[in-house]
């Protein structure tokens, strides 16, 4: 069945630095979806990628699929305090929404 | 309402019970969805309601897990003998339609403690 694999699962980043997951599948994907989950809440939807080699971005935060759209990443410039949290990337190439196991980002002040 | 909400918040229950979650979309969505997050893990998915279209029922984990949407809107999920392993946040979701194109919004989660 349809796979979504997300590196890295954790990461610890001085406040400042940049931080980057990405998420792959050995197949196509149709779409890419991104979620944050803070500490404690449910998952929020970030954005969206369909098109192949497209590149999104929202404040600090940049999005992008892949060329063959069978990987994506999300990279976060100059990490704050408030990008703390489990990022999700989940695709629905067959109607249901399969999530990676998602990279949760430590920020030290 | 705003969101999707869920009941209870949280649940604790002994080995062996039933239990029942509830989830209310948010009004209109015809796709519903329940997740399964244990501890610091992923969101695994259970099962996915589409319209008036056959439940995705692919990823319960056993025949003591069930889930039923009446009227197209609410939804319950059922465990039945549970078990310790079942402890976890269950999540539900809506969304406007099914597939890509459509954001996910999930509710708040009930937390399920199985002593």
């Not at chain 2, 999920?77 to 079942?86: G, K, M």
Request: with cysteine.
């Amino acid at each position: 069945g349809q796979q979504v694999m997300q590196i890295p699962q954790y990461q610890h980043v001085q406040e400042g630095e940049d931080f980057t997951t990405y998420c792959n599948s050995s197949t196509t994907l149709s779409n890419i979806q991104w979620y944050k989950q803070r500490p404690g809440g449910h998952p929020v939807f970030l954005i969206q990628l369909v098109k192949s080699g497209e590149v999104k971005k929202q404040k600090r935060l940049t999005f992008q699929f892949g060329e063959a759209k069978k990987n994506s990443s999300l990279h976060i410039t100059a990490t704050q305090t408030t990008d703390v949290g489990t990022y999700f990337c989940g695709s629905s190439n067959t109607g249901k929404l399969i999530f990676g196991q998602g990279t949760t980002l430590q920020v030290k002040p | 309402g705003a969101g999707v909400s869920q009941s209870p918040s949280n649940k604790v229950t002994e080995k062996g019970k039933d239990v029942e979650l509830r989830c209310d979309p948010i009004s209109g969505h015809t796709a519903l969805y329940w997740y399964r997050q244990s501890l610091g893990q992923g969101l695994e998915f259970l099962i996915y309601f589409q319209g008036n279209s056959a439940p995705d029922k692919s990823g319960l984990p056993s025949d003591r897990f069930s889930a039923e949407r009446t009227g197209g809107s609410v939804s319950t999920l059922t465990i039945q003998r549970t078990q310790q392993e079942d402890s976890a946040v269950y999540l539900c979701a809506s969304s406007l339609g099914a597939g890509g194109g459509f954001e996910q919004y999930f509710g708040p989660g009930t937390r399920l403690t199985v002593t």
